[in-house]
């Protein structure tokens, strides 16, 4: 029986452990600060030593900069970040840091966009107005896996139209992004997604007749019985496994927390950051310098004579004097994990994303969650949770959420943006796709229209042609010059596009 109860004990206390540091991870510098400064108004167990002490490894600092120890670039030999902590003096709560650029308020801005709305943006260009009602009933009746669980005869029966009619629509919000959201099922979800990977590289003959007849035996890398019912080798059957299992999701809204649907939790513009990057004496070839800030320049620590006063504690107050010493305690340690793991993912992601901190949105490195949570050795959703929310200062003073670097398809974006905006004529998505695999992206033409509605431009029948192109006289009364863009986006609040009657 004493066995057993140790063994709980020990299990609840990593619990809580694990629980308030998944908790503190996922703050920002200011929620952070928050949550101190409410710990230390409440436990009599918690003090705050303010002196000037570097919050990692605890040394006196000077009296400008950051510590001189944590700063230090490990080899001065190579391009590796220097990340540490950093208790920024400067450090302000309610916005009295503003970005010093020109950098204009949209930039500094994130929409805190839903599934549902996200979708929608995408196939609004080829949805009749008439429709729209029913692509929105469709999208708020997914599940938190992007897919459409009550059968779809149900929605035609309430709005009273033919089931041929929600079928058109339910297939292009299939084939939006995140590809397969609306399927029924996840084996429907894999065949909607292998049909559009088929259009842009080559995928294993097999692997429709495998999801269709052997789902169960795929989830469970049942290699021999995959083989046989395949007729195949098992080196064959491993191999379709591995290629559904690398490029294709069975849930669909999972692949959209690395695109667009970020956790930016704030429409406001960001005045403080929570990490600042900064280039080694401005330098261009120099390594970057990652700061993750920490709200508070002194020693977060379980007061010692709180801690001797526990053995005299009078009988009535010794369970809630425990209880304070042990959060006290936990909470500091907490804060210790969250630091590490921070730091951890900091000069990782650092690394990876170096281009696009110097060089801007098109030199983006495609990573994802996923990738970054193997290469540390932690769950996808330390990562996720570490990224949720938080900014970043790049070098050029502009403030961007720190999700953005896990936006796959942002580089693609960039460059196809500026195809358009350097046309001379629209061009079709067709010509885009060509130009785009020139440059080296191999996307289908189905994926730029994708990318086209993500960004809010309007088909190339809609678009006005570049200024170069048009007549220099005009039948029409002398006006000032127009200085829109070279191409349109689509006003989310207002209705469809008249189309051509061409």
Known sequence: MLIQSQNLSTRTNATAHMAQTMSLLEMTAVELLQKIE???????????????????????????????????PPNPQTDEPIVFLSPRRDFAVGGSRLPENDTPPEEWTAEAEDLSSYVLRQIAPELEQADRHLAAHILTSLDEDGLLRIPLIEIARYHHVPLARLEKVLHLIQRADPIGVGCATPQEALLVQLELLAETRRVPELAAQAIRQGMNLLSRRAYSDLAHLLQVTTGEARRIVNFISENLNPYPARAHWGETNQDYRSTDIYYNADIIVTRLNDKQESPLVVEVIAPYAGSLRVNPLFREALHQAPVDKTSQWQSDLEGATLLVKCLQQRNHTLVRLMRRLMTLQRSFILEGDAHLYPATRAQLAQELGVHESTVSRAVAGKTVE????????????????LHIRTV???????????????????MLMAQGYDVARRTVAKYRAMEGILPARLRKPHAKSEPLARPRKARPESKKPAFSRIPLSESQPQRSSA
Do not use: T, W, Y
């Not at 003090?47 to 570097?54: Q, V």
């Open 394 to 409: 790049l070098p050029n003073k502009r403030i961007v959420p720190l999700a953005r670097m896990f936006d796959r398809s």
């Open 416 to 434: 196809l943006m500026q195809l358009i905006a350097a046309e001379e004529k629209p061009l079709s998505d067709a010509q885009l796709a060509k």
């Open 38 to 72: 409410a710990a230390l108004s409440s436990n009599p167990a918690l003090e705050l030593i303010e002196e000037p002490r570097c919050p990692h490894c605890h040394r006196l600092l000077p009296a400008s900069g950051p510590c001189p120890i944590c700063s230090a």
